[in-house]
Nanobody
Framework: QVQLEESGGGLVQPGGSLRLSCAAS????????LLWYRQSPGNGRELVAA???????DYPDSVKGRFTISIDNTNKILFLQMDRLKPEDTAVYLC??????WGQGIQVTVSS
């Protein structure tokens, strides 16, 4: 099973940006879909970005136009670029590969 580790979280002001990274122990070659979820108290786990093997990306309306999922397959990293952040984006963000492997999660806090 692929080992995953997120980084890049932290505290940011509303309107700011963060880029989350998910470093994998193996290349993504045949391990799709690639996913980012977030989880916050009272809101459960929400899928915020998905990337298919043919390069199609999808996002829920809550983040569409603000979040971008991408990969660097050479360096085995999955990214989530988050722009124009809002307080309601505050959550623990987790990466997932092929619906099997999970990272440990990383906190993102959007607050002034």
């Amino acid at each position: 099973q692929v080992q995953l580790e997120e980084s890049g979280g932290g505290l940011v002001q509303p309107g700011g940006s963060l880029r989350l990274s998910c470093a994998a122990s193996e290349t993504f070659s045949d391990k799709y879909p690639l996913l980012w979820y977030r989880q916050s108290p009272g809101n459960g786990r929400e899928l915020v970005a998905a990337l298919t093997s043919v390069g199609l990306a999808d996002y829920p309306d809550s983040v569409k136009g603000r979040f971008t999922i991408s990969i660097d397959n050479t360096n085995k990293i999955l990214f989530l670029q988050m722009d124009r952040l809002k307080p309601e984006d505050t959550a623990v963000y987790l990466c997932n590969v092929a619906l099997l492997s999970w990272g440990q999660g990383i906190q993102v806090t959007v607050s002034s």
